[in-house]
């Protein structure tokens, strides 16, 4: 069993920045791959960015690359999604998932543990 906590949320202006933190507690976090999905009022989750269980592989949507850094810390069982020159377009819930892989996940189905989500809220 895996629990997951979301921070670090908030509002914040066009081009801003904010980094979010998922904690992650059990004894096995290194072996899973990490993801951050979000979800925006009236749509579907979506998929932003997830890292492998190594930190070797990433990978973006393409919504978010260059502006977006996925990273984890597995000492510290947390994983962090770095977001640069926010849109009014990212404004969502922002999700944090671990999925029994050691490989990047990008689907929804392939994630096994879900955090509350934190609220990005991104304002003109």
């Known amino acids: 069993q895996v629990q997951l906590v979301e921070s670090g949320g908030g509002l914040v202006q066009a081009g801003g920045s904010l980094r979010l933190s998922c904690a992650a507690s059990?004894?096995?976090?290194?072996?899973?791959?990490m993801g951050w999905f979000r979800q925006a009022p009236g749509k579907e989750r979506e998929f932003v960015a997830g890292i492998s269980w190594s930190a070797g592989n990433r990978n973006y949507a393409d919504s978010v690359k260059e502006r977006f850094t996925i990273s984890r810390d597995n000492a510290k069982n947390t994983v962090y999604l770095q977001m640069n020159s926010l849109k009014l377009e990212d404004t969502a819930v922002y999700y944090c998932?671990?999925?029994?892989?050691?490989?990047?996940?990008?689907?929804?189905?392939?994630?096994?543990?879900w955090g509350q989500g934190t609220q990005v809220t991104v304002s003109s």
């Open positions: 998932g671990a999925a029994r892989s050691l490989a990047v996940q990008t689907t929804t189905g392939m994630y096994d543990y």
């Open positions: 059990g004894r096995t976090f290194s072996s899973y791959a």
